[in-house]
């Protein structure tokens, strides 16, 4: 794959925008902790990625999503937290991409779809085998109801996976009328509103 000037500047700004963005909600105490389980915490470090994806292809939304993994690291200095951040964030943007590349019609509805569920199933697949192998102690109010944990686990990857979605759309297609040269190709032209 050949990358060009536009697409390494955009993919780089959207890579600095995740820093910002995990920094700022960070440091300013506005992350929005998940009521069910207040250690999961909401933030938007997914809608910079989501539209690097759709800005620019696959290869540019992974570069982004190892930059927000690097980006928690060298804030936190916790490998398991900021990989699975990583993880999430690369998972909901694979299932993106599958979807526009397998769907020729209703391509944002079906990208988002299976953005979400990509993420919701390997987030919640990864955390159960990080469980089993005694990585991540669970909740002694969820350890005999696994059932429950993992609804729960899906239930916020959901929400997460849709803000970071629904985040990179909305921002998408106000570059697609504002400045259309930044768009590398269109996504769907039968259902995206002019």
């Keep these: 794959m050949k990358i060009n000037t536009k697409t390494l500047a955009g993919t780089a700004i959207l890579a600095a925008l995740v820093v910002v963005f995990d920094y700022t909600i960070k440091y300013s105490n506005l992350k929005i902790p998940f009521p069910l389980n207040p250690d999961l915490k909401f933030d938007l470090t997914g809608i910079p990625i989501v539209l690097s994806l759709l800005l620019f292809g696959f290869i540019p939304g992974i570069f982004t999503s190892i930059i927000a993994f690097v980006a928690i690291l060298a804030r936190s200095g916790v490998i398991l937290g ?11 943007i694979l299932g993106m991409a599958i979807g526009l590349k397998l769907f020729k019609r209703f391509r944002i509805v079906s990208s988002s779809i299976l953005g979400v569920v990509s993420r919701v199933l390997i987030m919640i697949c990864v955390n159960f085998a990080l469980i089993y192998a005694g990585i991540i102690p669970i909740s002694a ?16 990857n959901a929400i997460q996976g849709m803000i970071g979605i629904v985040g990179g759309y909305f921002i998408y297609a106000a570059i697609k009328r504002r400045a259309p040269s930044l768009i590398k190709k269109e996504i769907d032209s039968e259902t995206t509103p002019e």
């Design 82 to 92: 900021s990989s699975m951040k990583g993880l999430a964030e690369f998972s909901t």
């Design 141 to 156: 109010s969820y350890a005999n109801i696994p059932l429950i944990y993992a609804l729960l686990l899906g239930f916020f």
